[in-house]
C-alpha cells in the first residue's frame, strides 16, 4: 500500500502554531440546559414584544447556541437562543430567567 504525504505550505514550524490557535479560539457549538419553570415563550428576538415563536413546556431538554442582552426579567437581562435537543431545530429566543444549565451560569458566543 502507498503511503501520500501532505506538506503544508506554512514556513516549518508554524503549523502547530496555527492549529493550537483554532483549537483555542473555536466557540463552542451549544450548551445543553433544561428549561426549569412553567411553560416559557420563545420568541424571534430577545424581548417578548418580538413575534412569537413556540411554548416550551417546562423540564424540557434545550440547546443553547449563543446569548444576547434583552429586555429584563425577574433580574435577568440575559437572553439564549435556544433549540430542542429532540429534534435540533432553532426555537428561538428565550429569557434566561428560565433556563438551567446545571446550576452553571450559561456563557457562550454572543449572538
Given amino acids: 500500500m502507498a503511503t501520500t504525504t ?6 516549518g514550524g508554524l503549523l502547530p502554531v496555527v492549529i493550537a490557535f483554532l483549537l483555542m479560539t473555536t466557540p463552542v457549538l ?3 440546559c433544561d428549561i426549569v419553570t412553567a411553560d ?6 430577545p424581548y417578548d414584544g418580538c413575534d412569537y415563536i413556540a411554548t416550551i413546556p417546562a ?3 434545550v440547546f443553547v447556541y449563543c446569548i ?5 426579567v425577574n433580574g ?3 437572553w439564549d437562543y435556544v433549540g430542542l435537543t ?3 431545530n432553532l426555537v ?8 438551567d444549565c446545571d446550576g452553571v451560569a450559561c456563557v457562550g458566543q454572543s449572538c
Fill in 6 to 11: 501532505v506538506k503544508s505550505s506554512l514556513p
Fill in 76 to 78: 435577568d437581562s440575559q
Fill in 30 to 32: 451549544y450548551v445543553s
Fill in 40 to 45: 416559557v415563550n420563545a420568541f424571534a428576538c
Fill in 86 to 88: 429532540s429534534d435540533g
Fill in 59 to 61: 423540564g424540557t431538554a
Fill in 92 to 99: 428561538g429566543y428565550v429569557s434566561d430567567y428560565y433556563v
Fill in 68 to 72: 444576547a442582552n434583552g429586555v429584563d
